[in-house]
Antibody, heavy 119, light 110 residues
Framework: QVQVVESGGGVVQPGKSLRLSCAAS????????TQWVRQAPGKGLEWVAF????????LYADSVKGRFTISRDDSKNTLYLQMNSLRAEDTAVYYC????????????WGKGTTVTVSS | QTVVTQEPSFSVSPGGTVTLTCGLS?????????PSWYQQIPGQAPRTLIY???SRSSGVPDRFSGSILGNKAALTIAGAQADDESDYYC??????????FGGGTRLTVL
């Protein structure tokens, strides 16, 4: 079964760090680009970060640039999001999504992991 | 800055047909933007409905269809059912591995 499962969310104080993981299964993870998308409480979906299948290209939303780092370990079939200097506005559900590059869309989504930044 | 526009809310009667649209703050949406549509029931993960303008994702009923209408992408739901009541998001591919999400449309079936 093709799926991605996020983990690592929690409650963290402003200025602290957190690392999210996204474990992929049922497909050849190394062949796919993936990205993180988040959704703040009561808000819409917001793109966060992208990583290409060959890890050469990494892109970030302006709102997280310089604070978040996307990476992947293909030997573990896992995508990561290192989040530093967290702010209250980073509070959201974070989703991992596989990208089908042939048609440029997100075809597999995880159920998400919740990050709450609060003192 | 590129902004993808969607109707904030829409309502449809059970059994009726509704068309949600997805536009650009400047310019027209075309098939080159590979419009995709996602359904999200509040509290759940997004579900892919439509990709590359008009292709249905696996398992999506043919009541859902995508198209380009004028200068916008469109999602049409025919024979609306109670469980179609959800948020619907449009996403456009802007090239160079850059996607822009619309703000979403909350569809009410009543």
């Amino acid at each position: 079964q093709v799926q991605v499962v996020e983990s690592g969310g929690g409650v963290v104080q402003p200025g602290k760090s957190l690392r999210l993981s996204c474990a992929a299964s049922g497909f050849s993870f190394s062949n796919y680009a993936t990205q993180w998308v988040r959704q703040a409480p009561g808000k819409g979906l917001e793109w966060v970060a992208f990583i290409s299948s060959d890890q050469v290209k990494k892109l970030y939303a302006d709102s997280v640039k310089g604070r978040f780092t996307i990476s992947r370990d293909d030997s573990k079939n896992t995508l990561y999001l290192q989040m530093n200097s967290l702010r209250a506005e980073d509070t959201a559900v974070y989703y991992c999504a596989r990208i089908w590059f042939g048609y440029y869309y997100m075809d597999v989504w995880g159920k998400g992991t919740t990050v709450t930044v609060s003192s | 800055q590129t902004v993808v526009t969607q109707e904030p809310s829409f309502s449809v009667s059970p059994g009726g047909t509704v068309t949600l649209t997805c536009g650009l703050s400047s310019g027209s949406v075309s098939t080159s933007h590979y419009p995709s549509w996602y359904q999200q029931i509040p509290g759940q993960a997004p579900r892919t409905l439509i990709y590359s303008t008009d292709s249905r994702s696996s398992g999506v009923p043919d009541r859902f269809s995508g198209s380009i209408l004028g200068n916008k992408a469109a999602l049409t739901i025919a024979g609306a059912q109670a469980d179609d009541e959800s948020d619907y998001y449009c996403v456009l591919y802007m090239g160079a591995a850059f996607w822009v999400f619309g703000g979403g449309t909350r569809l009410t079936v009543l």
